[in-house]
């Protein structure tokens, strides 16, 4: 039976390592100015989307509600006001990164070759370190 679960991790460790190198390739070779943003720009629903999609943001949820709301005693009022507790909590660290993007954006334009070689040289030694764990 573990037989199965290590070809499963290994499967799972390859597909890693060619998104990490093809992660790595595209923000090598991507090019972006202030210009390209404004004209392309995204929409508030389209964030929205993205959110819904974000896996850390289903995880956090699911365990938050699971662990917090549905294991205690408690009423329904009780309940709901925890889940919109979560709920708030998750938004605002999603506005907050929405802050700190804005806030590094301008940083990141300035110096943006040396971003890119970093992140560059950062994503593939990550999936090096990930294949070769």
Aim: glycine share 4%; proline share 1%.
């Amino acid at each position: 039976m573990w037989h199965y679960f290590d070809n499963f991790i290994f499967v799972i460790k390859i597909i890693g390592f060619v998104y990490l190198l093809y992660l790595a390739f595209s923000v090598f070779k991507h090019e972006f100015n202030d210009e390209q943003q404004c004209n392309n720009a995204y929409r508030l629903r389209d964030g929205l989307y993205l959110q819904y999609m974000n896996p850390k943001t289903i995880v956090y949820v699911l365990t938050a509600i699971v662990t917090y709301v549905t294991t205690q005693n408690m009423s329904f009022i009780s309940s709901i006001s925890y889940t919109i507790v979560i709920a708030l909590i998750g938004v605002s660290g999603a506005v907050a990164w929405s802050i700190m993007g804005l806030c590094l954006k301008k940083l990141l334009l300035k110096y943006k070759t040396a971003y890119k070689m970093a992140m560059f040289t950062c994503l593939v030694l990550l999936a090096f370190i990930m294949i070769l764990e």
